[in-house]
């Protein structure tokens, strides 16, 4: 547990930000208030961070701060879903998902012409573990059935995608995110997506 | 955008009033109001209180003031005693009396003058507080933090030490901090002033330390 954390000393130290710096991005929720692990140690309250997340995030935000708002990067980071929807022609144009993926969702959902943006990260998604090579067809199905009945009930919350076969069947969970999970052990993990790296992922393609 | 133009809510004497989107809210007196407010401008004068959140541009309080939700605002001036049970964010902050928020607190800027019951975090870039009684937040971070304690004439002495006049965080972290009369179990910064009557159980600072000959310091460590 120790190596995945990273304590607020270090990271200033790592990355030669300041605390000023820190608080500012926490303020203009840069870094999500649920990263910020309070324990006691010998040395009084320290604060942690899940180190490969927070060290990713600050790098992006030090990269991108001096061409972009705050406010911009903020939208850019939040796992809410915007208002948008996209024209089936665009999404091809731009080759945001390959077309399996698309005729996929069209099999499950039928004919369509514009997509939500909440269907549009349930295929993104569906793409992305699709490239991997680790899923099939078939079970990616199941994947966008998971996404489509149950993705809205986290509501702007980030939450982790469980990807996990036993005995050659497959199954998705959709849990709450940074939660730990033990699985038996005939099961294996597929794979472990956190979705909202995926929505920023779609984001900056899309902007 | 909206065009249709958004009405008012007036009260004076007493009354009540459901919530809605206004353009100016105005209560002389004693008004509640039941549900969430929107508006651009939020004015109480005597007793008011929000059965819900309370989202403005503008937000000015005289008097006592009871907020349910949270508050969101871009300035908020307050005089006088004011609760707040859920989380308050604003971009400038500034009051004198008596405040309590429930949750935590977030600011550009923080200037306070009296006491307050932060239960959460105060996060604010520029904090300004100046101790006229007891005051109390869990954490306190951001980039220049000063606290003073009021000095002055006998009235205000005496009613210090009746009050055991001071303020007590869990941890305070910023690139400038400058303290008096506080007591807390860390505080850590760049440039560290520790001033006269604080109790600090320890200090991790970079670049600087100075401390008062009457604060008590117990470890003190340079990164």
Redesign the interface.
């Known amino acids: 547990m120790e190596d995945h954390l990273i304590s607020k000393k270090d990271l200033l130290e790592l990355t030669g930000i300041s605390y000023g710096q820190l608080y500012r991005w926490k303020r203009k929720d840069l870094i999500p208030e649920d990263w910020f692990i309070r324990k006691s140690t010998f040395t009084g309250q320290e604060t942690f961070f899940p180190k490969d997340k927070i060290l990713e995030r600050i790098d992006k935000i030090v990269n991108l701060k001096d061409n972009t708002s705050l406010d911009d990067l903020a939208d850019l980071f939040s796992p809410s879903l915007t208002e948008t929807a996209l024209y089936k022609k665009d999404i091809i144009e731009r080759n945001i998902v390959s077309e399996i993926s698309l005729k996929l969702l069209t099999d499950q959902i039928g004919d369509w012409d514009v997509l939500t943006y909440e269907r549009l990260i349930a295929v993104y998604v569906l793409d992305q573990l699709l490239l991997t090579g680790e899923m099939s067809l078939d079970e990616g199905k199941i994947l966008l059935q998971v996404l489509n009945d149950h993705y809205k009930k986290f509501d702007g919350k980030s939450c982790d995608l469980l990807f996990i076969r036993k005995m050659g069947i497959a199954t998705f969970l959709l849990i709450s995110g940074a939660s730990e999970v033990y699985l038996e052990n005939n099961a294996k993990l597929v794979k472990r997506l956190v979705i909202s790296s995926s929505i920023e992922a779609l984001k900056t393609h899309l902007s | 955008m909206n065009t249709q133009p958004l009405g008012d809510i007036s009260i004076s004497g007493i009354a009540s009033s459901s919530g809605g989107t206004f353009n100016q809210v105005n209560i002389d007196g004693v008004g509640k109001i039941r549900g969430d407010v929107t508006c651009r401008q939020f004015q109480a004068n005597g007793t008011a209180k929000v059965e819900g959140n309370l989202q403005a541009d503008i937000v000015r309080i005289n008097g006592m003031s009871t907020i349910k939700g949270a508050v969101r605002a871009d300035s908020m001036q307050m005089d006088g005693k004011v609760t707040i049970q859920g989380p308050l964010t604003c971009d400038s902050i500034h009051f004198n009396g008596d405040v309590k928020i429930g949750a935590n607190c ?1 600011a ?1 800027q923080f200037q306070a003058s009296g006491t307050f019951v932060i239960e959460g975090m105060l ?3 520029n904090i300004m507080i100046h101790i006229h009684g007891r005051c109390r937040a869990n ?1 306190i ?4 933090i000063t606290v003073k304690q009021i000095r002055g004439n006998l009235m205000n002495k005496m009613m210090g030490a009746l009050f055991n006049s001071h303020l007590s965080a ?2 305070i ?3 400038h901090v400058t303290l008096e009369n506080t007591k807390a ?2 505080v ?3 440039q560290v002033a520790i001033g006269p009557d604080c109790v600090i ?2 200090v ?1 600072y970079k670049e600087h330390l100075h401390i008062h000959p009457s604060a008590k310091v117990n470890h003190q460590l340079r ?1």
Do not use: I, K
């Open positions: 977030s550009e996060n604010a870039g954490e971070g951001g980039e220049q869990e941890v972290e910023g690139d179990q860390v850590r910064g760049n159980d320890r991790e990164l």
